[in-house]
């Protein structure tokens, strides 16, 4: 070692001893652990507010909102079930807890909701629909 660097850390009167720093609780330098945590919870009253939703308070609707749509209930060349309604959509109505196939030629009104997103189908067959209750409005469709 450099001989400036032991003359200042070592005491003048016994080389052998190693000069130390007191630092008092108003001297002593923040450390690492301590900074990030005084960052944490300077922060957290903002990123809490910046989880809150534009909408005032109330929640993303992420599953979309329940729709009744009516119409002739088929099936397609792909033997999947089919319905265009009053607006001219072509949907395609799938459902594990009602058993659609009863309802096949008929006018049916369908309670659900429409898909998320679309798939890449839907422009050539249609958008796709999750029933949750189906009410039957009259005998065979028109069609």
Known sequence: MSDS?????????????????????AEEPMTKPSFFLSIAVLLSPMLIAAQNDSNGGTPNDLHHERINITGCLTRNTHNE??????????????????????????????????????????????????VSKVKSVSGQCKK
Do not use: M
């Open 5 to 25: 660097f032991n003359s200042w850390n070592r005491s003048s009167v016994n080389p052998n001893v190693v000069r130390v720093r007191d630092f008092s609780a």
């Open 81 to 130: 079930f089919e319905l265009v309604d009053e607006k001219g959509v072509d949907n395609l109505p799938y459902s594990a807890v009602v058993h659609l196939d009863q309802y096949v030629g008929k006018t049916v009104t369908l309670s659900g909701k429409r898909a998320a997103t679309p798939s890449d189908d839907t422009v050539t067959r249609g958008t796709h629909f999750q």
